[in-house]
């Protein structure tokens, strides 16, 4: 049994905290600690059967994954990544493709990144039911238990057949308005569509190339072209980006005949808005859901986080409330799916809080935006012990650096030394610069920036550890 994990998706409505290159699935956002790619890989039972995972991602997060994975234990069979998005069916069969490669067919445990599963107990034992069912050629689907007329979920319509374990699925249905949704849930047979898959690769395979081929066809294309880079199997860029964009449910589940689901009672949530994340909260005796540093005064039926300060609710009901380094989202909570909306105005804007926060996650660290103004920027700059920085330049600013805590390597020009707490030097413009950190502790510094133009892409790079362009 192979856990093949998509951690692909955007998050774009849980802005301000998911961003483009800082989804959701990177972020503890269910107070427990965990980032949600880790809750995924930690539900999956300890089992012998159970071998490592694959995990198929987009190329930008890469280093994202391989950090959250390390940091859990997890040592992945594969990381794959994508170049560009094309949605879940490419995706698996990516997966599925690279897992029969060597002769195998393992079952496969396909599951978002980012979804919620408050029953880990009751999850497990219909990932059992669903195994047997996959290992006899099923493609197996989890049908959510629905606990109100949600419309903000597809479902699946069964077809309850005694004396089976799994029903077959009758149908896929859209998301539904209010009225429908409550003949759904009062007619018992509907199913909130999880988007959690079990089945054989070859299974899986066999139906895409008969009901989708193109989709295999580009999938095998971009497979044939793989390039191992470190800890990473990349795929042929131009091959995958030819795929179309779709997903299993629309490519195969729809049309297979091999369709059944598992009914699936284990607090599930897909965690798709603010409203959700407050739905499964811990809700005080007002029903409020209160995240970091703050005080409510006559507030009900909220969900108030804060990331970086005090955040005050006095007399409000039924309010977003977030609170970031570099933004602030306030909304009704009937209105939580339409913050992307807001995602799509700062794009179209280019504004740069819809791609990062102000702490920006590298491969070596990080580093973290404190001022701005017309040709200057400081930044805190952290390296993790034993980490190194590229080798690199740049031709439209210099950079001072004043080390605060650790020890730091520099290698400026032909030079080579080092610098300790309360130590500085100057990079010049043009001179080809590294920065290590060859201590035990992390290395933070202050770098203080200037010239005429201090935007990230003007780095060129002569050497880099993370095989980085």
């Not at 008969?210 to 860029?237: K, N, S, W, Y």
């Not at 540093?293 to 507030?299: E, R």
């Not at 780095?459 to 362009?469: C, K, P, Q, S």
Request: proline residues 5%; charged residues 25%.
């Amino acid at each position: 049994m192979v856990p093949v994990i998509l951690s692909g998706g955007a998050g774009t409505r849980l802005w301000p905290m998911s961003r483009q290159h800082y989804p959701k699935q990177f972020l503890p956002l269910t107070g427990q600690g965990q980032t949600m790619l880790q809750a995924t890989l930690e539900r999956l039972p300890k089992d012998t059967a159970l071998v490592a995972p694959v995990v198929v991602c987009n190329e930008a997060h890469r280093f994202l994954v391989a950090e959250q994975l390390r940091q859990t234990g997890v040592d992945p069979c594969q990381i794959i990544l994508e170049p560009v998005g094309r949605n879940t069916a490419p995706a698996v069969a990516l997966a599925a493709l690279e897992q029969t490669a060597s002769g195998g067919d393992p079952v496969m445990v396909v599951m978002p990144a980012d979804h919620l599963v408050a029953d880990v107990e009751a999850f497990q034992k219909a990932l059992d039911e669903a195994v047997s069912l996959a290992e006899d050629g099923d493609l197996v689907t989890f049908g959510v238990v629905p606990t109100e007329p949600h419309t903000g979920y597809g479902y699946i319509l069964a077809d309850h057949v005694k004396d089976r374990s799994g029903a077959p699925v009758k149908a896929f249905v859209e998301k539904p308005d209010r009225s429908t949704a409550e003949d759904y849930l009062a007619s018992g047979d509907y199913y909130w569509n999880s988007g959690m898959f079990v089945f054989r690769a070859s299974a899986y395979l066999e139906e895409l190339e008969q009901h989708a081929p193109d989709i295999l066809e580009a999938c095998r294309r971009a497979m044939e072209g793989t390039q191992a880079d470190l800890d990473f199997l990349r795929v042929d860029r131009e091959a995958f980006a030819a795929c179309r964009s779709e997903s299993i449910d629309y490519a195969v589940m729809e049309k297979t005949r091999r369709a059944v689901m598992v009914p699936l009672d284990a607090g599930w949530s897909d965690v798709g808005s603010w409203e959700s994340l407050w739905s499964v909260g811990k809700q005080n005796g007002d029903g409020n859901v209160a995240v970091g540093d703050v005080m409510t005064v006559g507030a009900r039926n909220c969900y108030v986080h804060g990331s970086h300060r005090l955040v005050a609710a006095v007399g409000v009901e039924d309010l977003i409330v977030v609170e970031t380094s570099d933004a602030v989202l306030v909304m009704h909570k009937d209105r939580s799916q339409d913050v992307k909306e807001v995602v799509a105005r700062l794009k179209a804007d280019g504004r740069q809080e819809s791609e990062n926060h102000r702490c920006v996650a590298r491969p070596w660290g990080t580093y973290e935006q404190i001022d701005m103004a017309s040709r200057f920027q400081v930044k805190r700059i952290t390296v993790k012990p034993g980490e190194t920085l590229s080798l690199q330049m740049h031709y439209h600013r210099a950079e001072h650096w004043v080390v605060v805590r650790g020890t730091a390597r520099i290698t400026r020009g032909e030079e080579q030394f080092v610098l300790t707490e309360n130590q500085s030097t100057f990079i010049p413009l043009g001179v080809t610069h590294r920065l290590e950190n060859p201590g035990k502790i992390p290395l933070e510094l202050i770098e203080v920036q200037s010239g005429s133009y201090l935007g990230e892409d003007d780095i060129v790079r002569f050497e880099d550890t993370y095989g980085r362009a």
